[in-house]
């Protein structure tokens, strides 16, 4: 006889404001996602943590960020491949491409006369 186990999911404690949520990927964000990992805090408290970091550290990002620009996207010929790439991926995906507008339109109306009335 085949019997099925169900497994009720465990209950996890939030490291940060100690509150207790079901241990699902629902609840907390997937620290190594191959193995099934969970980080030790939640959700809400990484997004917490990560606007306030990001608030704190403006200025360090914006640096990297130029630098990062400099470095990889103005770099001679990156853009010219970029465009090849993007051509050529276009050339082998039109009828997607056309497709995908076809319903762009139909969902999104007033689409053509917004984007005239920015003109």
Request: glycine residues 4%.
């Amino acid at each position: 006889m085949i019997g099925i186990l169900l497994l009720a999911p465990c209950i996890k404690v939030c490291i940060k404001c100690n509150t207790h949520l079901l241990e699902t990927g629902e609840y907390f964000n997937f620290r190594d996602k191959k193995k099934g990992l969970l980080r030790p805090d939640c959700k809400k408290c990484q997004s917490i943590y990560r606007k306030e970091y990001h608030k704190n550290h403006k200025k360090e990002h914006k640096e990297w960020s130029e630098a990062y620009y400099k470095e990889y996207i103005l770099r001679e010929g990156v853009r010219e491949k970029r465009c090849e790439n993007t051509h050529n991926w276009y050339k082998k995906n039109i009828d997607h491409v056309k497709e995908y507008d076809k319903e762009y339109l139909l969902k999104n109306p007033n689409y053509r006369i917004d984007y005239n009335k920015k003109k």
